[in-house]
């Protein structure tokens, strides 16, 4: 149980990597100039302060970034472009729940989507075990 949670966890911190990878690639790619300001401004930012947005502060979902590099990495090569699957995987982690019963093996990740009229649809299943 343990490998898997641990699995999880490594999955969870790569599609994390991975936003703040698109979020870096799209912040240089409309401030090519001014590459040395964005670390800078980091790590002086506080609580409750306001900064103007931009690829890295924006509120944009993992579909809307992958959607903006995808458009930009095609106009060079397809082959460097994301699948949008990637996000169903993210959104399954994150707002799905995750039960083992006796905290054995095998464990279900289930995620449900909005509710409607009182009621609500499930819109992931998955096994999670050790293949």
């Given at each position: 149980m343990k490998n898997i949670?641990?699995?999880?966890g490594k999955i969870i911190v790569n599609l994390h990597s991975l936003e703040f990878?698109?979020?870096s690639f799209l912040w240089n790619h409309?401030?090519?100039?001014?590459l040395k300001n964005r670390h800078n401004t980091i790590l002086q930012l506080k609580v409750g302060q306001?900064?103007?947005a931009d690829a890295f502060s924006n509120y944009d979902t993992l579909n809307?970034?992958?959607?903006k590099f995808n458009e930009i990495v095609r106009q060079v090569d397809s082959?460097?472009?994301l699948d949008q699957s990637i996000v169903d995987l993210r959104d399954a982690l994150a707002h799905g729940r995750i039960w083992a019963e006796d905290r054995q093996l095998p464990m279900q990740l289930v995620k449900?989507?909005?509710?409607?009229k009182g009621m609500v649809k499930v819109t992931h299943v998955e096994l999670i075990n050790d293949e």
């Open positions: 949670l641990l699995a999880i990878a698109l979020r409309q401030n090519s100039t001014d306001e900064v103007p809307e970034l992958i959607k082959k460097f472009s449900f989507a909005k509710e409607n």
